[in-house]
Each structure stands twice: as C-alpha cells, then as structure tokens.
C-alpha cells in the first residue's frame, strides 16, 4: 500500500531550467509535506515542507505547491544547477491525526540528472 | 555541533549471524526513527523511540528485529540471524520533541550486506 507516489523515477534537465518534480497521495490525513535530497552514500537532507493550509511555500529557487483536492503536490526549482542532481524524496505526515508524531511516509524517490 | 551519528557505516554479515547498528541523535534530541531503504526502493518506517520507550513499531518485521533507545547511549537496531533480504540501508533520523513541523534530521546511513 504505497501511500505516497512518485512515478518518475528519473528527470534529466539542462542547467539553467526548470526541473518540476511530482508526487502524489491517497491519504487525505495527511496535513504536511516535506520534500528531501539526498545523494548517494549520504543521509536525506531537508529541502522544504508546506503545510496542508497553503497551497504554496517558496524559498529560494525551490517552491513547493500542493494541490489538496488533486493529492498532488510538485517541487519546482528555477534555475536548476548541476549541484541539484540527487534523488528527490516526497514524504508525508499525518500529524494531526496521526497521534502528534513525527513519523513520515517516504515515495520512492525521483532522480534528478541536471545536465551542463 | 554533530548531527546524527550512525555506525557501523558498513557491516557485512554472514546468513544467520546478527548486526549491531548504532544511532547518536543530534544532541538535545531525545526522538529517534528508524527508516530501511532496499535496493530501489524508497525509505520505509520500521520504529519511532523515545528515550527508553518504543512509542510506535508498526513498521518492524514481526521476528528478528528488535530496537531500543536507552536512557544513556546510543539507539541499537539488533536484526537477529539475518538473511540476504535484510540486506539494505539503515537510516536513523532524530528531531527534538513532537512539535508540528518538527524537521527529522536524518544520519548518514548503515548498510548491511548479508553473504
């Protein structure tokens, strides 16, 4: 039972454009998202997380939007950089229902190749 | 100030012998959990510790695995007569308490290799 997808397991984008990273969810109680990077022989890093009373969350060259009537939230970053090349995780939480943990549900990961 | 701390940061076990694997949280962080990641495949929830207590195991095999966080020391996650599926990398993550928003910080990995 995957709770949290992501369906492409690859992105490849040229340095300087826009890579848009989706995934999507059936959990309805899920109440915030959260997208990690990681690269290869490391831990997940924080990226950025958007709670499920907003639609959007920006920082820097990374924006967050969640779509809650479509279970669907995207990660854009503008202008992609080869440094962004990683594995891109979606997570979920059900905080609110969940019993107040901190406990998050992974999607499987997207790679994200940004070529020079 | 040091993150989360993970080690062995590999382990190579023969079928039937047991693995150790050791989590530091982040100083000042007394909640720990525990995530396993397969060969492509995303991260999966095994444990969710407080110090001393297990607060939520839905995520553990029924046999073999066993987590603990005690009062002085790391967090353990024992995985008794390992086969060649255990296989994977282990993740801790710790945050600081159960506030909403609470970002997990995650170590850097333990993989097992069973033979």
């Known amino acids: 039972d995957q709770q949290v997808k992501q369906n492409s397991p690859s992105l490849s984008v040229q340095e300087g454009r826009i890579s848009i990273l989706n995934c999507d969810y059936t959990?309805?109680?899920?109440?915030?998202f959260l997208w990690y990077k990681k690269y290869p022989a490391e831990g997940p890093t924080f990226l950025i997380s958007?709670?499920?009373?907003?639609d959007k969350n920006e920082d820097g060259r990374f924006t967050v939007f969640l779509n809650k009537s479509a279970k669907h939230l995207s990660l854009h970053i503008v202008p992609s950089q080869p440094g962004d090349s990683a594995v891109y995780f979606c997570a979920a939480s059900d905080y609110l229902y969940g019993g107040a943990t901190n406990k998050l549900i992974f999607g499987t990961g997207t790679l994200l190749a940004v070529q020079p | 100030n040091a993150g989360v701390m993970q080690n062995p940061r590999h382990l190579v076990r023969r079928r039937g012998q047991e693995a150790r694997l050791r989590c530091s949280p982040v100083?000042?962080?007394?909640?720990v959990y525990w995530y396993r990641q397969l060969p492509e495949e995303g991260l999966k929830f095994m444990v969710y510790?407080?110090?001393?207590?297990?607060?939520?195991e839905s995520g553990m095999p029924k046999e073999r695995f066993s987590a603990e966080f005690p009062k002085e020391g790391p967090s353990i996650l024992r995985i008794q007569q390992v086969v060649r599926g255990d296989s994977a990398a282990y993740f801790c993550?710790?945050?600081?308490?159960?506030?909403?928003?609470?970002?997990?910080?995650f170590g850097a990995g333990s993989r097992l290799t069973v033979l």
């Open positions: 993550a710790s945050s600081p308490g159960t506030d909403y928003a609470n970002v997990l910080t």
């Open positions: 100083k000042g962080h007394s909640h």
């Open positions: 958007i709670s499920s009373i907003k």
């Open positions: 959990n309805s109680m899920f109440d915030y």
């Open positions: 510790l407080q110090k001393e207590n297990i607060i939520d």
